[in-house]
């Protein structure tokens, strides 16, 4: 479900145009992966689909997905522009005005070498305080199909982004897994004090309106009014999830 949170974000900046939305969850949650089986899955997977679907643009909407197979998609598919999410540090290095900046993602995501280089790059003045949670991803998974979640399981996943160094705590959590924003309410509800919550879907979108301006013509309207589809690796999924994808505006094959 966490691609959502980018889908809505590009729909937005791109209206009309034709998506198809991809759901992986055969391989769910990709935190769990070994690193170099999961790029070798994605590279893979990436075969079919783009033979299945030609896409203009790929946007990976996974912070671990793209953290780790990147690169290698991209040498793979050198014809294929990807767009990555990736840790939003520096913009959260930019909006911190008391320089303690949490970094809520996967284990994954938190421990790559990708987001500590990010780090030393653009946060270097900061304290950054990286926070691996390993139920959280699931939490929002569940949370959208419409089972309950306590709010103990969720403070838990997210009490260790507050950090306070002397004087200066934590301002600034980015959400660097895409399925955290879905939870974006309970966040900001349970947060032990107010911080900025820095989703960086607008910034993906914003980057993939750029790429379709510079490399894609409009096409003919019939072109832009098929249905967009929801595809998922394992099948057809349940009634929830259906019904969730529908409300969407996405359609199984």
């Known amino acids: 479900m966490g691609g959502l949170t980018v889908l809505r974000a590009v729909r937005a900046a791109l209206p009309g145009r034709r998506v198809i939305y991809v759901a992986d969850d055969a391989a769910f949650p990709y935190g769990d992966w070994p690193a170099q089986t999961l790029c070798a899955r994605l590279v893979e997977l990436f075969s079919e689909l783009l033979a299945r679907y030609q896409p203009a643009i790929v946007v990976l909407g996974c912070n671990t997905a793209s953290t780790l197979a990147l690169s290698d998609l991209r040498s793979a598919y050198p014809h294929t522009p990807f767009v990555g999410t990736v840790p939003a540090i520096k913009p959260a290095a930019q909006r ?20 500590r280089e990010l780090i030393d790059q653009f946060a270097v003045e900061c304290h950054v305080e990286r926070v691996g949670s390993p139920l959280l991803a699931r939490l929002a998974e569940a949370h959208m199909q419409g089972d309950t979640v306590a709010d103990a399981d969720i403070l838990g996943e997210i009490s260790p982004c507050f950090v306070a160094h002397g004087s200066r705590r934590t301002d600034v959590v980015v959400l660097a897994c895409t399925h955290y924003p879905l939870l974006a309410d309970s966040l900001r509800r349970l947060a032990p004090w107010p911080v900025i919550w820095l989703d960086p879907a607008e910034a993906i979108a914003r980057r993939v309106q750029a790429l379709v301006a510079e490399h894609i013509a409009e096409g003919p309207a019939s072109d832009r009014v098929e249905l ?3 595809v998922f690796t394992r099948g057809i999924p349940k009634d929830s999830i259906r019904r969730l994808m529908a409300n969407e505006g996405l359609v199984f094959q």
């Open 228 to 230: 967009d589809r929801a």
């Open 96 to 115: 911190s005005r008391s320089g303690v900046i949490a970094l809520l993602s996967t284990p994954a995501t938190a421990s790559q070498r990708y987001t």
